[in-house]
């Protein structure tokens, strides 16, 4: 559903629970009669829940493809650093990984938006930090330091795509 469809619709139910209030039979009281501002505030919880839900996906959306970019280069680096053992006859894998990695938060963290979920949202900071750390540690050939940063920024991703699996449609990801 659209965001003009859902946004019908929830006006659609707005109108209708304001309709069958004022037109209830009966003694007069208060019950079943909407008092101001309840039925707005329920509307409103109700559309920005589904903001939400549509900022959440759209961010999601993101990570998977940023996600999947970022571990294809970042293995193909380790790869080529397993078979040469040296920084030096690299070639461009390390820039690649540094490059992609780097690119991969940024698209990221462009894709947060106002409405998106605090919780989620130190999700996001956790993996575009972890990702922006691993480029670093790359960059200044720190071996030593490779698998810490790599087990930060796997635990990282790998939680952030747990809670977008809960957003995404199955075999959307």
């Not at 990695?101 to 409405?115: C, F, I, Q, Y």
Request: net charge negative.
């Amino acid at each position: 559903m659209g965001r003009t469809a859902r946004s019908v619709a929830a006006a659609t139910i707005a109108l209708c629970l304001v309709t069958s209030a004022a037109c209830s039979s009966g003694t007069p009281s208060d019950e079943g009669v909407a008092h101001p501002g309840t039925l707005t505030e329920t509307v409103s919880r109700a559309l920005a829940s589904e903001s939400e839900k549509i900022s959440v996906v759209r961010l999601c959306q993101q990570v998977v493809a940023s996600a999947g970019v970022m571990v294809r280069d970042y293995n193909a680096f380790i790869k080529r650093l397993n078979d040469v053992q040296d920084y030096a006859k690299l070639g461009s894998e390390a820039r690649w990984a540094v490059d992609t990695l780097n690119t991969g938060a940024d698209e990221v963290r462009k894709a947060v938006s106002p409405d998106v979920p605090s919780s989620i949202d130190g999700q996001v900071e956790a993996f575009v930090s972890s990702s922006e750390r691993l480029a670093e540690q790359i960059d200044a050939k720190r071996r030593q330091a490779l698998n810490a940063a790599s087990d930060k920024w796997s635990g990282d991703r790998t939680s952030l795509l747990d809670t977008c699996s809960e957003y995404l449609p199955a075999g959307s990801a």
